[in-house]
């Protein structure tokens, strides 16, 4: 658990720029600049610890320009905080393996759960390998 936390040093070197502001600084990338991935069934995984967090059968174009899912793969890898920033309240999504900041949550998403998982594409990395799940 939280085995990168400590460990920014390593992150800075792994991560581009903008990667690292958004995982470890919590900042939010421009829309559209980083929803470009591969159309195949897969899975997306954190950017930082690797843990698979979504997959491609959940994910669907909100309009956003934020890669967009209705569920995680596991609720429980998946953790929710109360953000109040930009004199607003959210609910942030972190990682829950590395505490990775990974976007918002909104409740304004597709059936079956109305949920939408708002995620920076930086904070992800997509991998085919994924697709048993
Ligand atoms: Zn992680």
New binding site residues.
């Given amino acids: 658990m939280y085995k ?1 936390r400590d460990n920014k040093k390593e992150l800075r070197g792994k991560l581009s720029d903008l990667q690292y502001r958004v ?1 470890q600084e919590g900042e939010t990338e421009a829309p559209f600049t980083n929803d470009n991935f591969p159309k195949d069934v897969g899975s997306f ?7 698979e ?1 979504f997959h491609s059968e959940k994910k669907y174009d909100s309009g956003t320009g934020w890669p967009s899912f209705y569920e995680a793969i596991q609720q429980s890898k998946i953790e929710l905080v109360t953000d109040y920033s930009h004199m607003m309240v959210r609910t942030e999504a ?7 900041h990974l976007g918002h949550v909104f409740n304004d998403g597709p059936q079956p759960t109305g949920t939408r998982y708002c995620i920076n594409g930086s904070a992800l990395k997509f991998s085919k390998k994924g697709s048993k799940i």
């Avoid at 995984?45 to 843990?51: K, V």
């Fill in positions: 990168y995982t995984q954190c950017i930082c610890c690797g843990e967090l972190r990682c829950s393996s590395c505490s990775a």
